[in-house]
T-cell receptor, first 116, second 113 residues
Framework: AQTVTQSQPEMSVQEAETVTLSCTYD???????LFWYKQPPSRQMILVIR??????QNATENRFSVNFQKAAKSFSLKISDSQLGDTAMYFC?????????????FGTGTRLAVRP | DAMVIQNPRYQVTQFGKPVTLSCSQT?????MYWYQQKSSQAPKLLFH???????NEADTPDNFQSRRPNTSFCFLDIRSPGLGDAAMYLC????????????FGPGTRLLVL
């Protein structure tokens, strides 16, 4: 079974600054995918960024980028130029592809507050 | 806009009284998932449908059941809700299995009195 650990329950960052959220995972699988999802207060969970394990290059999406260290089983999220709208709960998730339907295993989340 | 819709957003039920939560999608995705998210915890997969094939997680209580009458709709039935079933229930969809991103609805928060 896979486990995902987010060791930072809460974080705070000043607007326009950079913040990094940590995530580690444990798996014996070689083929998998990693995701960061954002869940704003009282709003739905949306995808921030995804990483295929077979790709060495770190994924980036505008102000969001990841540092994927496969050997260390680490998958951190960096948010640059933080904005007030980035305030949310952030979940790291592991996905093992399966033909019957993929299963996401989530971490417990990091609550990020962006201060004006 | 194409999306995943969950109704109602908030549901209050009584201890032991059956309740049904609904999820619909306009994405025409083949896979639909139900997750349970308790306060301050990670979402946990209950079960999912790939088309009409139902896949139950081993540790999902028998109290939870699901129906998928067509591609667009999926229901979560809780036969006899207990206090421990109070949670946010999230519906998600993906186009197909094997590496597709899952898209989530806004969730239904269930309160059991």
């Amino acid at each position: 079974a896979q486990t995902v650990t987010q060791s930072q329950p809460e974080m705070s960052v000043q607007e326009a600054e950079t913040v990094t959220l940590s995530c580690t995972y444990d798996t014996s699988e070689s083929n998998y995918y990693l995701f960061w999802y954002k869940q704003p207060p009282s709003r739905q969970m949306i995808l921030v960024i995804r990483q295929e394990a077979y790709k060495q290059q770190n994924a980036t999406e505008n102000r969001f980028s990841v540092n994927f260290q496969k050997a260390a089983k680490s998958f951190s999220l960096k948010i640059s130029d933080s904005q007030l709208g980035d305030t949310a709960m952030y979940f790291c998730a592991f996905m093992k592809p399966e033909s019957s339907g993929d299963k996401l295993t989530f971490g417990t989340g990091t609550r990020l507050a962006v201060r004006p | 806009d194409a999306m995943v819709i969950q109704n109602p957003r908030y549901q209050v039920t009584q201890f032991g009284k059956p309740v049904t939560l609904s999820c619909s999608q306009t994405l025409n995705h083949n896979v639909m998932y139900w997750y349970q998210q308790k306060s301050s915890q990670a979402p946990k997969l209950l079960f999912h449908y790939y088309d009409k094939d139902f896949n139950n997680e081993a540790d999902t209580p028998d109290n939870f059941q699901s129906r998928r009458p067509n591609t667009s709709f999926c229901f979560l039935d809780i036969r006899s809700p207990g206090l421990g079933d109070a949670a946010m229930y999230l519906c998600a969809t993906s186009r197909d299995p094997l590496r597709e991103t899952q898209y989530f609805g806004p969730g239904t928060r269930l309160l059991v009195l």
